[in-house]
């Protein structure tokens, strides 16, 4: 959507939605109260530093918090230099806004700072009101300081008054509001021709010769890279725990103690479609959103299929993945969702629901009653977590004695058996990997690198939960994976290629027939010509798959021809012209004025704001000194 934009709209519409793109770390942390004397200066902003500690105690904040939210965000996503220098930007951005404030003279008093605070959700009680316990809690969960914290939100609130005084004078009109609003809108459907890849299935075979050439002609790719061996001995309760003895009577001691805690409570496994709504809508949007979520209730006690209706028309974050929320217990959701949700029974619909975020329709898939543990139910469980609690209290015991065998010349096997314990032996691995399969840090990883076999690391190294010790077993050098290990993923991409190519022949045919004989042709393809659902610029196609490249085209089309291109969605090529241009409602127009109004103005001071940060970095003398640092 982004390209069909930049290369389609006109106008003031481009520069405010698409100047630039801000990544704003609001729970960023520890800017303040960092000592970071004689650390290497990762950069320069003007008479400002950045040292490494600030950045590294940032930037593992900032990981931490985009796991949090996001756990399907791969962890080499989150240790690439790319998110790096994203990190690194925003802290750049926050001196020069600093800067820039104390030369305009805007400041915060400790009043506003502790104001602010009391009004965030995350520190208030369930009757909304600040709870002092519930702040140093969510403090020690992100390792601050109450100190640290408040430092931190006193620039974030000098900030945002340079932001709102920038942003202060942005005014658009009804008429800009409208062209957004026309443009964003705006519909098409499209008459096509689909040429599937699976079609060609039976003519796509693939010889042994063509496997072998292609496995030569690749072998790279086929390549294990160097890599190494390790034995660990572990220290952390965890795996601890196997070694100590637990009786009967400390179960049910136990048992007794925490009994309250035994009992599982009742659960609900539901889905839900979302139409957002706040209180401060407008009586229009309000009426109109009342409307949809009422459409969307008679689906589905029709019976179409929830999840799909949840995919075409919930507006919540579960949309795509058809309204799932899995299972949750009371008090996991706001009270009415709750209430509605656990007063149904299994596969009732239930709604309109009305919460703070808008209306919900809910569909219970299953139900969990609540039931209280046995102590036999629970036996188990708590003779794990027992010994666990004895193990943690010999942690440091048993790494010190450890250590001390190492370092008088014995190997890891040789403590082990000395000490009754375990000696775990892993797979080869390329060295790099070792940061993510037990979170060692870059110093470590080289360190081990560099190990002669048979020896080993001599001081502990940090692990969730606790320590281990590091001993080098072997070097395995690069190799290829031998080709019959490979064959069945050859074969199969082979295949693929061989169906596309013959796919996309053929509908290279059928293009050519069409563009030289529109009529002719149209009339020997009838049967084979559909007709699309309306779609919008972000190019989601029922039937075929997502495509912006042929949702730009479309768009771009100046008549009904057919267009010159063939395009390639979800292994199938596709042949389309524009059928019909479907104009952005005229009554929704009307009924959704004021937040379309809202969204220009906050546009537009978008625009400004990254005109604004535009300007300081272009007379900002900025210097990146250990670029190394980011990698």
């Known amino acids: 959507m982004l390209d069909i934009m930049r290369k389609n709209a006109s106008g003031w519409i481009v520069k405010i939605l698409f100047a630039v793109i801000i990544v704003v770390f609001v729970f960023a942390f520890g800017m303040s109260g960092l000592n970071s004397t004689g650390d290497p200066v990762l950069a320069k902003v003007g ?31 989150l240790q690439s230099p790319e998110f790096r220098k994203m990190v690194l930007g925003d802290l750049l951005s926050r001196k020069l806004l600093l800067a820039e404030a104390e030369k305009l003279g805007i400041a915060a008093s400790d009043k506003e700072v502790f104001a602010g605070i009391a009004v965030q959700k995350g520190f208030q009680d369930a009757n909304g009101r600040f709870d002092k316990d519930i702040y140093a809690a969510v403090l020690r969960q992100n ?30 009109t009804a008429e800009q509001a409208r062209q957004m609003y026309d443009w964003v809108g705006e519909q098409v459907r499209i008459d096509y021709i689909q040429v599937k890849a699976a079609m060609f299935v039976d003519d796509a075979a693939v010889s042994g010769d063509e496997v072998n050439a292609f496995y030569e002609a690749n072998k790279e790719r086929f390549k294990i890279p160097e890599r190494i061996k390790i034995r660990q001995l572990v ?15 400390e179960v049910a001691a136990y048992y007794a103690a925490n009994q309250a805690s035994m009992e599982e409570g009742e659960q609900v496994k539901a889905r839900h479609i979302l139409v957002m709504v706040k209180d401060t809508d407008p009586d229009s949007v309000k009426t109109e ?32 993945s058809g309204g799932d929320l899995g299972w949750f217990g009371r008090g996991a959701m706001v009270p009415a969702f709750e209430e509605a949700a656990f007063g149904a029974a299994k596969g009732d619909i239930v709604g309109p629901v009305k919460s703070r975020f808008g209306w919900h329709v809910i569909k219970v898939e299953d139900r969990k009653e609540g039931s209280a543990r046995t102590l036999d139910d629970a036996k188990d469980e708590i003779r794990i977590q027992i010994a666990q609690e004895k193990a943690s209290e010999q942690v440091q015991d048993l790494l010190d004695q450890s250590l001390d065998r190492l370092v008088s010349g014995m190997t ?55 320590y281990m010790l590091v001993e080098k077993v072997e070097d395995v050098p690069a190799a290829y994976m031998e080709i019959d290990k490979v064959t069945p993923a050859i074969t199969n991409l082979l295949k693929n290629q061989k169906t596309a190519e013959l796919a996309g022949n053929k509908a290279d045919e059928i293009h050519k027939a069409l563009i030289a004989d529109p009529v002719g042709a149209e009339k ?22 997502a495509s912006q490249e042929l ?81």
Do not use: C, H
Request: hydrophobic share 40%; charged share 30%; aromatic share 8%.
């Open 47 to 77: 008479d400002q530093v950045v040292t490494r500690a600030e950045f590294e105690t940032v930037y593992q904040r900032m990981a931490e918090a985009v796991s949090r939210s996001n756990p399907d965000v791969p962890r080499e996503q």
């Open 143 to 172: 390792r601050m300081t109450p100190a640290q914290f408040e430092a931190d939100f006193k620039q974030q609130l000098i900030m945002s008054k340079v932001k709102d005084a920038v942003a202060s004078s942005a005014r658009v």
């Open 235 to 249: 220290f952390t309760p965890v795996e601890l725990a196997k070694n100590q003895a637990v009786t009967d009577e």
């Open 289 to 320: 959103a009342k409307k949809k979520i009422e459409m969307v209730l008679e689906k589905a006690k029709s019976g179409e299929d929830f999840a799909k209706l949840a995919q075409e028309y919930s507006e919540g974050p579960t949309g795509p």
């Open 412 to 466: 890891l096997e040789d403590i082990a058996k000395e000490l009754g314990l375990e000696v775990v032996s892993g797979e080869p691995m390329p060295a790099d990997f070792l940061s993510q399969a037990y979170g060692v840090t870059p110093e470590v990883t080289q360190a081990l690198k560099e190990l002669a076999p048979g020896k080993a690391y001599e001081s502990p190294v940090n692990i969730n939960g606790g």
């Open 524 to 545: 020997t393809y009838e049967r084979k010509i559909a007709v699309s659902e309306p779609f919008d610029r972000q190019g989601n196609i029922t039937g075929l798959g």
């Open 551 to 631: 949702a730009e085209a479309v768009f771009a089309a100046k008549d009904t021809a057919w267009l010159p291109d063939v395009y390639v969605i979800n292994n199938s090529a596709v042949i389309a012209r524009l059928d019909e241009r479907i104009p952005a409602s005229e009554a929704t127009w009307e009924q959704q004025k004021d937040f379309w109004m809202e969204q220009a103005g906050n546009a537009y001071k978008q625009e400004m704001l990254a005109a604004y940060m535009d300007e300081l970095s272009k007379n900002a003398d900025i210097e990146i000194t250990r670029p190394d640092l980011l990698q």
